[in-house]
C-alpha cells in the first residue's frame, strides 16, 4: 500500500525558514503529481505546491509563489518543501499528497495522503 510520512515542521518566527520532508513508498510514482497541502484549525484543506515525478515540473499557489519551493528526490522517494519568509498566516498542518496524473489545486482530487505535520509560526 501506499505510504505517505511527512517530517521537519516545527515552530518558528515570522521570517524564519523550515523544510519539510515526505518520504514515499508503497509504489512507483512515474505518472503522479506529488503535492503539499496545508489545513489550518477550523478551516478547509488548501492547495499549496506540486511537482510532477518525472518531469519536476511546479506549481504554486499564489498566497506562497515566490516564497516556498517543492522538489523531489527521485532515487530516495523523496517530496521537499523549502518554506522562506515564514508569516503567520502559513500557520497549519501540512500534509504530502499524490495523484495519478496532472496537478490541480483541488484537494480532494488527491488519492493518496499523510498524516501531515505542524507548523507553527508567530509573530
Known amino acids: 500500500h501506499v505510504q505517505l510520512v511527512e517530517s521537519g515542521g516545527g515552530l518558528v518566527q515570522a521570517g524564519d525558514s523550515l523544510r519539510l520532508s515526505c518520504a514515499a513508498s508503497g509504489r512507483t510514482f512515474s505518472g503522479y503529481t506529488m503535492a503539499w497541502v496545508r489545513q489550518a484549525p477550523g478551516k478547509e484543506r488548501e492547495f499549496v505546491a506540486a511537482?510532477?515525478?518525472?518531469?519536476?515540473?511546479?506549481y504554486y499557489s499564489n498566497s506562497v509563489k515566490g516564497r516556498f519551493t517543492i522538489s523531489r528526490d527521485n532515487a530516495k522517494n523523496t517530496v521537499f518543501l523549502q518554506m522562506n519568509s515564514l508569516k503567520p498566516e502559513d500557520t497549519g498542518v501540512y500534509f504530502c499528497?499524490?495523484?495519478?496524473?496532472?496537478?490541480?489545486?483541488?484537494?480532494?482530487?488527491?488519492?493518496?495522503w499523510g498524516q501531515g505535520t505542524q507548523v507553527t509560526v508567530s509573530s
Open positions: 511537482i510532477s515525478w518525472i518531469g519536476g515540473r511546479t
Open positions: 499528497a499524490a495523484k495519478f496524473g496532472t496537478w490541480t489545486m483541488t484537494p480532494p482530487t488527491y488519492d493518496y
